[in-house]
């Protein structure tokens, strides 16, 4: 939709083909305040891999919500069986009711909910700073 519409989920200077647009679409994507949604995932030892595997399946499902922004899993180095899951949302709504509310928020559940235990804590933030 690009910025025009109010929305920075994507990049309006994509067209272009240049670099500069990259960059600029980096920073009015990131002056624009978002929700970030955080959640520790704890994997039940020895089934990282299929995990993983299954969460290459459900960031399919939830990709095309709408007001996700972007999101990232990474893995827990001291901890290899801990994830941290980060989705940027529009609003609040856009996680809690829209997607949650959705037949996609069933298979993303469906995919994903075996692996945890114990079941992790979803919290959401707004930044306060940054640098």
């Known amino acids: 939709m ?3 519409s109010g929305r920075l989920d994507q990049d309006p200077f994509a067209a272009t083909g ?3 647009g990259v960059w600029m679409w980096s920073i009015l994507r990131h002056a624009v305040p978002v929700i970030l949604e955080h959640a520790l995932l704890p994997v039940k030892p ?3 891999a299929a995990f993983e595997s299954a ?3 459900a960031k399919a499902v939830i990709a095309g919500t709408p007001g ?3 999101l990232t899993l990474s893995r827990c180095l001291e901890r290899p069986n801990t994830y941290l899951l980060l989705v940027e949302w529009d609003q609040l709504v856009d996680h809690t009711e829209s997607f949650r509310g959705s ?3 069933q298979e993303w559940r469906r995919l994903l909910h075996p692996f945890y235990e114990p ?3 979803v919290e959401h933030y707004e930044q306060v700073h940054s640098a």
């Open 119 to 121: 079941f992790p804590v």
């Open 2 to 4: 690009g910025i025009a």
């Open 46 to 48: 020895g089934e990282e």
């Open 18 to 20: 240049h670099r500069a």
């Open 55 to 57: 969460f290459a399946e």
């Open 68 to 70: 996700r922004l972007g």
């Open 103 to 105: 037949p996609q928020y």
